[in-house]
């Protein structure tokens, strides 16, 4: 639980009041955690050890027992029911020493089944700080289990016990806020809040703490959450064949997660900051990923790098559209055949392989449902996907040429985006042998979000890379990230004439239909160890609006997160 300062236990607090259980519990902790020793577990009497999950009396009366000792403030009892005493009896102890917690009555509810150890119950808290008090309600969820050891049923102690907001290293504060609050708007001064537009929680939280100041506001008394600095961690395995490839977020930009106020005793005066998103973009986004399980999108704008939208199925969890790590699947063969284009390896509408198998560095590729195109071009191989049209060049191939050209051409893996929170800007590393020729098609280490692949079709729409971003970099005078080259001319021509050709012709015809002429896309499908079905790509382009979105364990890209990406051009801005 991070550092924290050892206080003196307090024992005075309002009486338990736990349903009709509260004199029982209150008479003897002692005799209750007695009995929760599963009978009297033997250990030098030779008698024998409880095993087995905690029946449902044990796990009621283990939650009652700790919760009642919390509530009285009875620190070292509720510590000594949990299977970490030394950890649970700093977070109670700050609880009321940090977080000024002056009382708080809690109420278990009823386990999901009979047999779960799983137990909701509700806080409510008097926070007293400068002489003024204020009251906070909030679930959360303990968990019990027996030890092994001598056959005690205690609380599975987590950090989340306290506050479900709560990880490792995390505290819970109330005292003077170190930045302002601001009140965000949209590029066209419309309101932004947690409240209209769930997926933008973090993200606001993440604005505040870096550009608070800048805003102009006024810092002023909450009860919040310090965050440890930690890195975030990848939600996902990978892909098929790679390794675990994690995202590391900008140093320069906020914290992974940021601090998160939960409680305003005294607000203070927010600052107003305008943002590039548009309110009605991030409405459909937001829509969008409701109806779906585990979706995520971002829109941007290609002629400036302007982010529209950004939205995801579980708006509090971890914010894979910005920090996600996946493997990108067919949507890399766009970044791949610029490269192929570049060096003349593949020609739009020349003559090019398109087995049904092609063996490399010891693996066997094959397309999906084993299909081939006989005497068929560059074109049709990219519109239906080809895995093995890209393999058959990776002979031709230097390790690193893969790398040089997401991180040259397509700002990717440099690790200098600077968008306004923490992002992970992708990852192409150097790799060789079949790990090399699987990263052609977005698997191998290759590593994206949906962030990044919404610049991949911004830089091919534009034919230049601009580096996403959130916040006018005008307000604190960073510097956005720049790729060193620009693609061709040649090669951006063909690449749009091959997305376009994908969203007629190809994998992508049914999302992208009746969207125009100035408009491209491409399909992908990523398989994931221990998945049943593969997380579904889609980018695209049209007009002044490129999106990228992943629907993760769904299916096939043009039909899953395909109809994502449509909703995003159509809305447009």
Same mark, same amino acid.
Request: net charge positive.
């Given at each position: ?20 259980? $509260? ?9 209750? *955690? ?65 977080? /000024? ?37 909030? !679930? ?31 505290? %819970? ?36 703490? /870096? ?41 320069? !930009? ?7 106020? %939960? ?21 459909? *986004? ?24 950004? $939205? ?20 890399? /063969? ?116 949906? %962030? ?56 992508? $015809? ?11 896309? /491409? ?23 490129? *999106? ?26």
């Amino acid at each position: 639980m991070g550092k924290r300062r050892r206080a003196t236990e307090r024992k005075k607090a309002h009486p338990a009041v736990l349903g009709g259980a $509260a004199v029982a519990i209150v008479c003897g902790v002692g005799v209750a *955690a007695y009995a929760l020793s599963g009978g009297g577990g033997g250990d030098s009497d030779g008698k024998t050890v409880a095993t087995g999950p905690p029946t449902a009396a044990e796990v009621r009366t283990t939650t009652r027992a700790f919760l009642t000792a919390w509530e009285k403030g009875d620190v070292a009892g509720a510590a000594a029911l949990t299977d970490d005493r030394k950890a649970a009896r700093a977070a109670l102890t700050a609880y009321r020493e940090e977080a /000024k917690v002056s009382a708080v009555r809690l109420r278990p509810g009823k386990p999901a089944t009979p047999k779960s150890a799983k137990v909701p119950f509700k806080a409510a808290a008097t926070i007293s700080y400068g002489g003024k008090d204020k009251a906070y309600a909030y !679930d959360s969820t303990l968990s019990v289990a027996r030890r092994a050891a001598d056959g005690r049923v205690l609380v599975s102690w987590r950090p989340s016990v306290v506050h479900p907001e709560l990880r490792d290293g995390d505290r %819970l504060v109330t005292g003077p806020a170190g930045v302002p609050p601001i009140k965000a708007v949209d590029r066209d001064g419309d309101p932004l809040t947690a409240a209209k537009y769930p997926s933008l929680g973090t993200v606001l939280d993440g604005l505040r703490e /870096k550009f608070g100041k800048e805003a102009g506001g006024k810092a002023g008394v909450e009860l919040r959450v310090v965050r440890a600095d930690a890195k975030s961690a990848d939600d996902s395995k990978g892909g098929k064949g790679g390794g675990d490839a994690k995202g590391t977020a900008k140093k320069g !930009d906020a914290k992974d997660t940021p601090d998160k106020t %939960l409680l305003a005793l005294s607000p203070g005066t927010p600052g107003t900051l305008k943002t590039t998103i548009s309110a009605r973009t991030q409405a459909a *986004a937001e829509k969008q990923t409701q109806k779906r399980k585990r979706a995520s999108v971002v829109v941007v704008k290609p002629s400036t790098g302007e982010i529209l939208a950004v $939205a995801n199925s579980n708006p509090g969890g971890f914010n894979t559209a910005f920090q996600g790590s996946l493997a990108p699947g067919s949507t890399m /063969k766009v970044i791949t055949s610029s490269m192929l284009l570049e060096k003349r390896l593949a020609g739009v509408d020349k003559k090019h392989p398109c087995p049904k198998y092609k063996a490399y560095g010891g693996w066997k590729f094959q397309n999906d449902d084993k299909f081939q195109i006989k005497d068929g071009t560059f074109r049709a191989s990219f519109a239906r996907s080809c895995n093995t049209a890209f393999i058959t060049q990776a002979e031709k191939l230097s390790n690193d040429d893969l790398t040089k050209q997401a991180q040259d051409v397509f700002g990717l893996g440099r690790d200098n985006w600077s968008i306004g929170v923490s992002s992970f800007d992708g990852a192409v590393p150097v790799q060789s042998h079949a790990q090399m020729a699987a990263s052609l098609i977005g698997q191998g280490g290759v590593r994206m979000n949906p %962030l990044n692949m919404a610049s991949v079709a911004a830089t091919v729409k534009s034919g230049t890379f601009r580096q996403p971003y959130l916040v006018s970099p005008d307000l604190d005078d960073r510097q956005l990230a720049t790729a060193p080259r620009k693609m061709s001319g040649r090669t951006a021509s063909a690449l749009r004439e091959l997305m376009h050709y994908t969203g007629v012709s190809g994998t992508a $015809a049914k999302p992208m239909a009746g969207l125009g002429a100035d408009s491209g896309a /491409k399909t992908g499908s990523a398989e994931v160890d221990g998945q049943k079905k593969p997380n579904g790509w889609f980018t695209a382009y049209r007009g002044d609006v490129a *999106a990228a979105a992943v629907v993760q364990a769904a299916g096939h890209g043009g039909e899953t997160a395909g109809p994502v990406v449509r909703a995003m051009l159509l809305v447009g801005k």
